[in-house]
């Protein structure tokens, strides 16, 4: 038998997993490190953090297992997307990462809006100026720390510097590349005019390969301290977001990601590139070789959910603590004895600001619609329908972009209860599905690229079909579907009317 090895290089740690060449996890290890923020807004993590988590939870893995290193056939690896590592001439660390949740870079984004324009950025890298991307964060180098800019020589990403601690290759994949704001996602290749215009030299940055290309092999140095087998063949792997969607089969058209973690993501894999024309969701290269996706971002989906458990729900996370009965199972047992619509009680999930389809840090949280019916159930239904909601701004976008939704792979938070299942298959207005393999995150799908890379399957569709499996599936209900469909518009008209407010309450509290 053949094993499989995939690295996830998290915001909160490191996940490795082993499987084996039907898809079964063999073992798997998650190794913590912290998270730096040393300024308001700032978030930043040490490279060093990574590569040690890489080691340990490798060899734990090793461990755990009992499998000869030698019967482990690839390796492919996983990361945070936009997290910039700035090396020198000598290939070391010339300070700390700076994350894709940093948002120090507002000024910066202005800049490039106002450099490239609008029509620019869309020809260049069919993409907006998000503080979180690649590119703001050099040119905030370049204007605040000028000594550390002067030494640097390679730009790249968090999986990339763990390649290159395995294999001693500076490289990069198109689905990490094209988050940086410096990539031509349409010829799937880093872009002369963008790195022209911003000044940023076009030598910092790697060769680009497809997600399931062999692009380095494990050093005598690296084998001696995880314990894989020198020469064992490192693929290119993927975004976190893309190695997710692999890992749950969407690998074809009609199938859609509603990923819901702290945040809350819609993928929608597509055969051909596929821009809107606003830009509110995302333009990427996908994992599978030579196809696309489109994605939008919740900034607070399973966010507001704890929010609400943290603040009002206190008792429930007390009892959590005291008995283990998990705190979310009883919020939402509650919720269900509410009727869909929440008797017309709204929430606008809007925490942490919105990227999609608003891209505005300034809006806020909303209850609309509150009377003296209402009850603690009725709130906690609200949130989840109105987190939802919200992911429903990211589909109808990519729906009317002539994205066929045919099924919903669920996957975090919103895959666990029953209720938020149906409530997604009634909002969305389609089948939810939950597959066997959505615990394993984006480790899984970066371990099938590694068997796509080393032959053990031809292409990505193929291992998918041999490993992914539905394991239930959730039909919308009629009578739901209508309810929501009447409510949506109303949701729909609240953030145009608040904007302003939010904008004007913003500026008090500073």
């Known amino acids: 038998m053949s094993y499989l090895l995939g690295i996830d290089v998290g915001t909160t740690g490191t996940k490795t997993i082993l499987i084996d060449t039907e898809g079964k996890l063999i073992s798997g290890s998650t190794v913590e490190y912290p998270l730096s923020t040393p300024h308001p807004n700032w978030a930043e993590q040490e490279p060093a953090d990574w590569w040690q988590a890489t080691v340990e939870s490798v060899r734990k893995v090793l461990k755990q297992s009992d499998i000869n290193a030698e019967a482990i056939v690839g390796v492919g690896l996983s990361g945070q997307m936009h997290s910039s590592v700035f090396l020198d001439q000598h290939n070391e660390v010339l300070r700390p990462a700076i994350l894709w949740c940093d948002t120090r870079t507002k000024q910066q984004c202005q800049w490039i809006v106002k450099k490239i324009g609008v029509e620019g950025l869309r020809k260049y890298v069919s993409n907006f100026a998000f503080e979180g991307f690649t590119a703001p964060k050099i040119i905030w180098l370049r204007e605040n720390e000028p000594e550390t800019y002067a030494q640097v020589k390679t730009v790249i990403l968090p999986k990339d510097y763990i390649r290159f601690r395995l294999t001693g290759e500076l490289a990069t994949e198109v689905s990490d590349a094209a988050g940086t704001l410096l990539f031509d996602v349409k010829n799937r290749s880093w872009s002369a005019q963008m790195l022209q215009q911003l000044q940023i030299p076009s030598f910092w940055l790697p060769d680009v390969y497809e997600s399931t290309d062999v692009c380095g092999r494990i050093t005598k140095g690296a084998a001696q301290l995880t314990g894989l087998k020198v020469g064992t063949p490192v693929v290119g792997g993927g975004a976190d977001n893309t190695c997710g969607a692999v890992g749950s089969g969407i690998v074809k058209p009609g199938r ?170 009634d909002i969305y207005g389609a089948p939810v599905v939950t597959v066997n393999t959505s615990r394993e995150g984006p480790a899984f799908g970066a371990a099938l690229m590694a068997g796509v890379g080393t032959g053990v399957w031809t292409d990505l569709v193929e291992a998918t079909d041999q490993t992914v499996d539905v394991t239930a599936t959730t039909q919308p209900i009629d009578q739901n579907v209508e309810t929501y469909n009447q409510l949506y518009p109303i949701y729909q008209s609240l953030y145009p009317l608040l904007k302003e407010k939010f904008a004007e309450v913003s500026a008090l509290m500073k």
């Open 256 to 425: 859609v990601l509603s990923s819901i973690g702290t945040s809350g993501v819609i993928f929608a894999h597509t055969d051909t590139v596929k821009v809107d024309p606003q830009m509110r969701v995302h333009s990427f290269c996908h994992s599978v070789p030579h196809k696309w996706y489109l994605m939008g971002v919740v900034l607070s989906a399973g966010g507001s959910f704890r929010w609400f458990r943290d603040t009002i729900g206190g008792l429930e996370a007390k009892t959590e603590e005291l008995s283990g009965i998990d705190s979310y199972d009883i919020l939402t047992r509650e919720a269900e004895g509410i009727k869909p619509g929440s008797e017309g009680l709204l929430f606008l999930p809007y925490l942490m600001g919105e990227r999609t389809p608003h891209r505005d840090a300034q809006a806020k949280g909303v209850w609309f619609g509150i009377t003296s019916r209402h009850r603690r159930g009725h709130l906690v239904r609200s949130v989840l329908e109105g987190i939802t909601f919200a992911m429903r701004d990211s589909m109808e976008i990519i729906r009317g972009l002539g994205v066929e939704v045919k099924e919903i792979r669920a996957t975090g938070g919103g895959a666990r209860s029953r209720l938020w299942c149906q409530l997604q298959a």
